[in-house]
């Protein structure tokens, strides 16, 4: 591929971008859009805009970005919960970290690659992409110990950099914990694998089991009886309640409060949980109708129950032991939020689960070796001439003009590969879902796993690997010598990974900027169906699908940084829109009904890791190549280093994301008690 | 190798064993003697020997292999822990597996190898044993499916039995822990990682943590200031403790029984524990002295502590629970019984371990690589004509007569691999103790999976792959076709399994049985030395060496018995007599100081599901070289199943084995106070 021709994709990608950037600078003015591009603010802030009609509006203008960049961390954290600050770390670090690496790379190791060879060299624009590559350096050549050490000063970086932000996170996710106000989640316990027993009503089994077991700070339970109709229930009483919402008539909005209350059962609205420690009025009167309210369906089984604690920390204790000799009963885990509960995996019997896992395991890997078909072929596109080879009629588009030529090694490939890749997210979603995961942030988790796990896999290593089948098939064939083989093929797919950064990242940006579904959506509910619109409807950040893609490019950028450092340049313009962009649309477009605190960012910091870890692989690959014992003998013990920092990582930090530390909560409980 | 040199070197065995076996049982009867194999009852049950001489004495007998097997599990239980119980348990599965496989195999398997190929059939004795391997099947045979349906029956058949006896450890484990009489160590949490403040001293910084965190089951605690100190104090006072025992006077008893009780301190006597919950008098005398005993070394740093709780559930709790915002602080696990503790590990920093952990996970293997030389050598010494070919000045020996190539081929290679062995031991032990556990048993228990690996490593596969590496040596750059590798190697390495066994297993249990090394150093004290015999020392079983043996054994035996049955016969023999030795080992000899309470069934547990489905997948290769597509595609459902059943075990059985019920403790307690 040629620079013109990569020239050709940038262009059009520019200015794509730029047309899509102003159009939404015009197109958030409009009254008429305001639910698809404000709907996180109308529905929580209840701000009203102006409908005057002015000139201005129809100006394209920059002040979102500035608003955007303006919020502090705290604003970000206060309207879109801990998750979205992890997102908004991850970028932050991929900015600083790719700007050293474009720094480095780009001055220190571009011109060595450029006069690696003393050859003939022609005009940049008809200069081979591959010029500029790794490729392009001797044998044996004095300059390699550049790469070594960009290497170790790029991997020394990131690491410094990825531990604070993981302390970071974790300091956050404490004081997201120590709130004043606590979340009735952490007061809950979820039970589930309650033996059914003849003699005894469900209820009151759960009943003995904690006033024997648990006496000391057992509270009340609430059984779930059958998942649709507690969530008919609940979904019904929301939607009454948001009607109600609209005449912002202050006693109807308590009614309405109560009836939140009254569903919210699995973990009641806060103030009322605040109160249960100190005074025991509060709680009889919800014990009473509860149990009423459980009695009439008491014949009905039951699958699982919420339980309720005083404390914090008896919730937690409880979720934490071992209940009984038999794993599979009496399972307790911290409820999630009551907002966050999925209830309709609830119910499914907890003996099934591991074979749910299995299952959707091998369903997941099933569906990402059948992926490989596609992917196969679009990395054919972008090697034309391997094609040719193979599949002869393809001569006939060669002979068509140069720049259709380009464009379609330059652009096409991409597209259809970001055509094939929509599929994905939602596939993924599904088989989180048969998992059997007990709360939507559980669920969109776990599917961000998949998905990530699907990119690098489908994105990365087939590319690399389909672009050396064409060349031998005994790629996996040989494990030992796979650092040569990678070292051999990543500076040649660097010109795709270059058009797929362009296209996937820049265009996707700006696509998820203008919101194009939500906005044809909107025109067509209201000048179409002529509906009336309805305000509550408003998205939660597809987390699934925006942090996978994120880390995507970040490994790009690992790999490629010193071995074809062109690409960097096009990556950190995509962070920095990716900044401004996700800012905006997390801080105006979307909604978060529900928060893992801050449990995205193991998974980050795992992925970084194994990005280093492989770029430094690959490059050890690459030295060996070049036939450069220093270069290479220096790389080991960077792995080694990098592998060690990791474990650290986990031993110091990792466990505050699987569990809560004793201390705080009973500290929460001392600075409650002390409060009332 | 011919069946003659079978032959020859089962005689050998045969002969030796049948020898050591008789001298025992002369031995045995042998006042001198009684301290090499009675430690365990002379200590324990103070029991008399009769001195008077008789010529009954110097006669062999097969008393006590009865006296061996009339023993209930109950009573093993008691004398020798629950470890001896799982132990027992695993040599029962063995037999019973081994007899099923066996009967099916020879009677099945072996006519229709020897009868594969219609070739002129010798002298059953100069046949060759690859007459007996599933070599000498025909490509296309019309009978693979026996050997599919055996292996169906087998794998079934384990994994049943393999179910049954987790269960029955597990229900062990659990009754272990019930017990009327609990043991200190489950009132007791050990912390490490307790930060030094300059303010307060230690003791009270402790103190302060746990009235404020855990105020509800918090007694009172124990620093550990110098490992050295506690040790030499507890181990001073042992001794003297035995040396009063002698005289079997009641009033000197009692003195001794206190001096115990004060030097364990971390985790005192049993009967002191039991009264704790109920009156609060013992406990503050202890507290009393205690503090004053501390109150001189406070100006020292200390490094850990004991702290005792009130009730089992409260220390479970505090066990499980992360205590504070830094993972690496004030980090609790519940202590290890009194006599357990590894006191030099005790003060180690806990911030060390990981970095340990990983220093010695590298450390073993690169032993495990190293080991590689001698074993390579050794099984070329078991294919001379493959060595010939390499080194022709062999030919010398190949021209000696006909019976001392045979000894070299069938007998020597093992016994040299033997002597290797040996050293393994107590270097695997080494990189335990450098791991940093705080108990002799968690010590021995990392041991052991060490030796494991190294074993299944060194012996099984790299005999295999060197038995390879002869003829071709890219036998890793493959990895797709390992199961076709393995199924080509496999059978050819039967021959060395066999001697294997032979040697090994019987010689290795024969002269477990005779305790060499205490019979002479027993003697030497005696007679050379004429030191007065000390009535204490008396070892505890090695069971980080014997349960990699018996487990190595079960792998050659589940991967050989379908592809070259000859071999069960020989394992069947071993297990048997392994049954009867061990047994009396457990009783007469070792004495139990500590125990894992059956941690050590997870291993074998998934040790044999290891060589189940390693069986499969060589079977699998088997088929498919002899291109038996419809046994291939039935191997392969096995497989998946196997996967499952081991699944599923971790699900329902295995938390039991790293964590109490809360339940169990619970209801312990309620019925402590109800009986007191």
């Known amino acids: 591929m040629k620079i013109s021709a990569l020239l050709t994709s940038a262009g059009i990608n520019i200015g794509l971008c730029v047309l899509f950037l102003s159009l939404y600078s015009v197109l958030r003015k409009q009254p008429a859009n305001v639910r698809v591009y404000f709907g996180r603010r109308i529905s929580e802030e209840h701000s009203r805009l102006r409908e005057a009609f002015i000139l201005e509006r129809f100006v394209p203008s920059t002040g979102w970005i500035v608003k955007a960049l303006r919020y502090t961390e705290e604003e970000v954290l206060a309207a879109a919960g801990l998750d979205a600050v992890a997102f908004n770390r991850m970028l932050v670090f991929s900015i600083r970290i790719f700007s050293l690496a474009a720094l480095l790379c780009v001055f220190g190791i571009l011109p060595l690659h450029y006069y690696g060879k003393n050859i003939q060299h022609l005009r940049i624009p008809s200069e081979d992409l591959d010029i500029f590559t790794i490729g392009n350096v001797e044998v044996r050549s004095r300059w390699l110990w550049v790469h070594c050490l960009v290497l170790y000063i790029i991997s020394g970086v990131a690491c410094i950099l990825l531990y604070l932000e993981y302390r970071h996170i974790a300091r956050l996710r404490l004081l997201h914990l120590k709130r004043a106000t606590p979340n009735p989640g952490q007061f809950t316990v979820l039970v589930r694998g309650i033996p059914k027993t003849k003699k ?101 089984e039951c699958a699982a129950a919420f339980v309720f604690f005083k404390t914090r920390y008896g919730a937690l204790v409880a979720s934490d032991v071992l209940q009984t000799s038999n794993p599979t009963k009496w399972v307790t885990d911290l409820a999630p939020e009551p907002s966050d509960v999925y209830w309709s995996n609830i119910w499914l019997p907890y003996k099934q689960l591991w074979i749910r896992r299995i299952a959707t395991l091998i369903g997941s890997i099933v569906f990402m070796l059948l992926f490989l078909a596609p992917v196969t072929f679009i990395n054919g596109l972008s090697q034309l001439d391997q094609l040719q080879k193979r599949l002869p009629f393809l001569n006939g588009i060669l002979k068509q003009p140069h720049h259709l030529v380009q464009l379609i090694t330059g652009y096409l490939p991409s597209v259809i590969l970001q055509i094939f890749l929509y599929s994905v997210a939602p596939i993924m979603m599904l088989f989180s879902t048969l998992e059997g995961p007990i709360s939507h942030s559980e669920r969109k988790r776990s599917a961000c796993c998949k998905v990530l796990y699907f990119l690098i896999w489908n994105v990365f290593f087939v590319n690399v690997v389909s672009g050396t089948v064409l060349k031998q098939l005994d790629f996996f064939s040989s494990p030992k010598d796979i650092p040569v083989q990678l070292a051999k093929v990543i500076p040649g797919q660097a010109s795709f990974f270059i058009t797929y950064v362009l296209t996937s990242g820049w265009a996707s940006l700006s696509s998820e900027l203008m919101q194009l579904f939500g906005l044809i959506w909107n025109f067509i509910r209201k000048y179409v169906l002529r509906m009336k619109e309805d305000t509550e409807f408003v998205p939660s950040f597809p987390y699934h699908t925006e942090v996978p893609k994120v880390l995507l490019f970040g490994l790009l950028g690992f790999t490629c940084s010193v071995l074809a450092p062109l690409i960097l340049p096009f990556l950190l313009v995509y962070f920095f829109l990716g900044y401004v962009v996700y800012r905006n649309q997390l801080l105006n477009v979307y909604r978060t009904r529900y928060d893992t605190g801050g449990l995205y960012w193991p998974i980050i910091h795992n992925t970084v890791i194994f990005s280093l870890v492989l770029t430094q692989i690959i490059c050890l690959g690459v030295f060996g190549l070049k036939v450069s014992p220093v270069a290479a003998g220096f790389t080991i013990p960077l792995i080694i280093f990098t592998l060690l920092f990791n474990q650290y990582c986990r031993t110091r930090l990792l466990p505050l994301f699987s569990t809560f530390p004793a201390q705080v909560c009973i500290a929460s409980i001392i600075l409650q008690t002390s409060r009332n």
């Open 200 to 300: 005894e009503s469900c209820s009151s089994s759960v009943d003995d089991f904690f006033t024997k077991y648990h006496a000391s700070s057992y509270l009340f339970h609430q059984v779930v009886y059958k998942a649709g109709k507690v969530q008919k229930i609940m979904t019904g009483a929301k939607k009454a309640c948001r009607k109600l919402k609209h005449f912002t008539d202050n006693t109807v909005d308590q009614s309405c409060k109560a009836i939140t209350y009254r569903c919210c059962l699995c973990g009641a609205s806060s103030n009322s949980f605040q109160l249960l420690p100190t005074n025991e009025v509060v709680p009889s009167r919800v014990k009473a109708d509860l149990d009423d309210s459980s009695l009439d369906i008491d014949n009905e």
